[in-house]
């Protein structure tokens, strides 16, 4: 009898092992990318400002010419007559208007080294 108790109790605590390793690969290849990405896009939506170029979710490139509290005008088009109202999480990336002017400016550097 005294053998058997003590073989269970091995196995699960074996078990119990186990099942904390599993739970630990699904955190840190699941969960935490996942939580690290929705703030970092958390972020990129709280840092959001007028004249921005943004990409939605559909593709479509445009300026934000106002922002409210969940939602932003976008000005789609180079003829600036289709201004659309959407939901700030309808945005999947931001593009600085400062960041495009130095873009230019680093290709010039490069082609004169």
Do not use: H
């Not at 699904?26 to 969960?31: A, K, N």
């Not at 445009?62 to 976008?74: L, Q, R, S």
């Amino acid at each position: 009898m005294i053998i058997t108790a003590s073989a269970a109790g091995g196995s699960i605590l074996s078990m119990v092992s186990w099942m904390a390793i599993i739970f630990a690969i699904f955190y840190f290849m699941m969960i935490r990318p996942q939580q690290k990405e929705a703030n970092q896009k958390n972020a990129m939506l709280s840092e959001l400002a007028l004249g921005d170029t943004v990409l939605t979710t559909s593709g479509f490139y445009g300026v934000i010419i106002d922002i409210e509290d969940d939602t932003v005008i976008v000005e789609f088009g180079s003829n600036r007559n289709c201004r659309i109202p959407m939901q700030k999480s309808a945005i999947q990336a931001v593009e600085k208007p400062e960041d495009s002017v130095k873009e230019p400016e680093e290709k010039e550097d490069k082609k004169k080294k």
